[in-house]
């Protein structure tokens, strides 16, 4: 793909992904996004014919920067639990999260990047807990996660969500941090 395309294909799914995080799937309209990527609506559906390929596009860049490896304050790697919480805890994350749920029970595209997108939480954490992606107690964890993530995006009280305890809830799977994780 040429430049100016990848850079036009670019401008539409940060503009999806801006409108996503912050009104949620029903503003995802092609007439929308087109005019917050300031383009013609025609430039949109020239890369993405259906909002479902918008839809499934976006998610993909979003689980791409979401699996990025992220860097603290200092410089140094992030950690991995960290930036989970980050993911998980974040109400306008979550909130999208929702979105894209919400549209994946009739669309096999969108099902498969979310079930890559556990995957890829699940192959962030395992090592730090001398796991494999697959191992249940390590898949168990990112549900319960993704559920408490659930369940905050409803609570009011953002001193709860900064105070939950990753550490605490692992040991409850039997995840220990392995001897070289430890911060």
Do not use: C
């Amino acid at each position: 793909m040429a430049t100016v395309e990848k850079d036009v294909r670019q401008r539409i799914l940060d503009a999806a992904l801006k409108i996503l995080r912050k009104e949620g799937v029903t503003a995802l309209t092609q007439t929308h996004v087109a005019a917050t990527a300031g383009l013609r609506q025609s430039h949109l559906t020239y890369y993405f014919p259906r909002k479902t390929d918008l839809l499934a596009a976006t998610l993909e860049a979003s689980h791409a920067q979401a699996h990025k490896p992220k860097r603290s304050s200092t410089g140094n790697e992030a950690d991995p639990v960290e930036a989970v919480r980050a993911l998980m805890f974040d109400r306008n994350k979550m909130r999208f999260f929702l979105s894209v749920v919400a549209q994946a029970s009739d669309q096999a595209d969108i099902r498969a990047t979310l079930a890559a997108h556990a995957a890829g939480v699940a192959e962030q954490l395992a090592p730090l807990f001398g796991r494999t992606a697959d191992d249940p107690d390590i898949i168990a964890f990112v549900d319960m996660l993704r559920g408490m993530g659930l369940r905050l995006l409803l609570e009011t009280d953002d001193k709860r969500r900064a105070s939950v305890d990753l550490d605490a809830l692992a040991a409850r799977f039997g995840l220990s941090r392995a001897p070289q994780a430890r911060l």
